[in-house]
């Protein structure tokens, strides 16, 4: 297969071997332009299954054959991305997750490569989240949807791979797909590289989930506890991220405690206005959560259910992270 002229360049794509990777896979293989000279899949699955891929890979066509298929050890994305970064050699790396690139997609990036200035360390993709027309989306569906307008979003990520080697890479202790793109993308810009957005779009889809998704989710508090050690207390500034309700969590839960604590002191009196305090807050956290979705019972329920513990999960996650990061050093640019 010859490869028409274009940057030269790799794709990564971190997975957990779900469903949507083959069509992943397909979409890749059927977008028009110069081809990737490298396709390396990242399984990070602790106990990877023998054979698990075999379907998905085969829709590569003859594209299989620059596919190279490596194990994680089910460490996280960032370090599924750096498994991937240190196998490639084409001087810009496109990093994807389990999305459905556009029909134009390799035209696309080889147009956004080309029209990269010598500062420029990497180029943004335009992510779309289909949601269902006939009726109201849920609190999953919602929080997916948001990433349309998250900056720097490795769902789809064009970066040069000089630029990744000088700033080392992703930070592997972020566990989670929730801040390792922004760190990386903060430290891409304090070392003096640009950031633009390209043409290229892809398709991310609202992937199944049971109805405590958004409990595990309050383990990305810890990351915005590292975030804070690493780029300094205006972090959500530089990177335009949503402060989140993390201050209204910690005050429910610090409510809660305090009615509970009062009521075994015998103070009855104070510990009802506490109580009435943390009612309060988880009814209203629970209501805006409730209002903009269709109400069916089902998703009441999960409304209901996780708003009286996220507040609690959140405090305790965000209060770990700061801890287990308390000795972490602020970014300092790493010398070339």
Sequence with gaps: MTRTAGPAYAVVIPTLARDTLADCLAALAAATGPRPDEIVLVDDRPDPEPG????????????????????SGGRGPAAARNTGLRAVTAPW??????????????????????????????????????????????????ATAALAQARWITADMAYRTEALKQV???????????REDADLALRLLDAGWRIPQGRRT??????????WVSLRAQRGNADDALMLRLHGPDWRQKAAAPRGRIRSHLAITAAGAAACALAAAGRHRA????????AAGTAEFAWARIAPGPRTRYEVTTMVATSVLIPPAATWHRLSGLWRHRGAPAWQEVAP
Excluded: K, M
């Excluded at 510990?271 to 943390?278: C, F, K, N, S």
């Design 52 to 71: 698990a891929l075999d379907h998905p890979l085969s829709v590569l066509g003859d594209l299989r054959a620059r596919t190279t298929v490596l194990t």
């Design 93 to 142: 790396v496109a990093f994807l997750d389990d999305v459905q690139v556009g029909p134009h997609w390799c035209d696309q990036l080889a147009q956004d490569l080309a029209e990269a200035s010598p500062d420029t360390g990497a180029v943004q993709g335009v992510i779309a989240v289909p949601l269902p027309g006939e009726r109201r989306p849920t609190d999953w569906e919602r």
């Design 168 to 178: 080392g890479g992703f930070d592997e202790r972020f566990r989670r797909a929730l």
């Design 202 to 211: 892809a398709r991310h889809p609202v992937r199944p989930a049971d109805r």
């Design 271 to 278: 510990a009802e206005v506490a109580a009435l305090g943390w």
